[in-house]
T-cell receptor, first 113, second 113 residues
């Protein structure tokens, strides 16, 4: 059974710092991995999607990497801003006919001005 | 708007009542997903629709839960004889195709008294 874990559970950094969020999964047979952010009382906003054949994806100040063999992904946020404060979730889609996403436990990020 | 739309945004009802939650996916998206987000369980997959194929109902927690998708667009999630443990945020997502990034609505916050 696929399990997804995110470390740390919470993180507080001063504005301007670069930071890394970690995601690990137990079954390396994944189809893709997606990073989301969730603001309080809101749904999920898709940030980046990495296919299983890819190593990384970049969007603006965000860079996500994937090491499928070791079951790990990282989300790198450069020059953090208070507006980046949110909960960050990673989710994996299993291989084969499985289309559901298995979500991690999330990292609550607070960027202090 | 162009995003996934869910209604109602909040629903409070008494234990034992039936509730219906609605999801309008992004136009043209063939895949539609329902998830549940609760404090104790995180984000859990409920059900998945893809085109005219039989839905994947593997995540539905009991036979009190059902969902349908009419005309390949709007979907309703029905919970019969609600219980207090059904209290959660119910999120709907859609994707252009199976395996593509999933885009989420803001969810329906369901509270069972």
């Amino acid at each position: 059974k696929q399990e997804v874990t995110q470390i740390p559970a919470a993180l507080s950094v001063p504005e301007g710092e670069n930071l890394v969020l970690n995601c690990s999964f137990t079954d390396s047979a994944i189809y893709n991995l997606q990073w989301f952010r969730q603001d309080p009382g809101k749904g999920l906003t898709s940030l980046l999607l990495i296919q299983s054949s890819q190593r990384e994806q970049t969007s603006g100040r965000l860079n996500a990497s994937l090491d499928k063999s070791s079951g790990r992904s990282t989300l790198y946020i450069a020059a953090s801003q208070p507006g980046d404060s949110a909960t960050y979730l990673c989710a994996v889609r299993g291989g084969g006919a499985t289309n559901k996403l298995i979500f991690g436990t999330g990292t609550l990020l607070a960027v202090q001005p | 708007g162009a995003g996934v739309s869910q209604s109602p945004s909040n629903k409070v009802t008494e234990k034992g009542k039936d509730v219906e939650l609605r999801c309008d996916p992004i136009s043209g998206h063939t895949a539609l997903y329902w998830y549940r987000q609760s404090l104790g369980q995180g984000l859990e997959f409920l059900i998945y629709f893809q085109g005219n194929s039989a839905p994947d109902k593997s995540g539905l927690p009991s036979d009190r839960f059902s969902a349908e998708r009419t005309g390949g667009s709007v979907s309703t999630l029905t919970i019969q004889r609600t219980q207090q443990e059904d209290s959660a945020v119910y999120l709907c997502a859609s994707s252009l195709s199976t395996g593509g990034p999933q885009h989420f609505g803001d969810g329906t916050r369901l509270s069972i008294l």
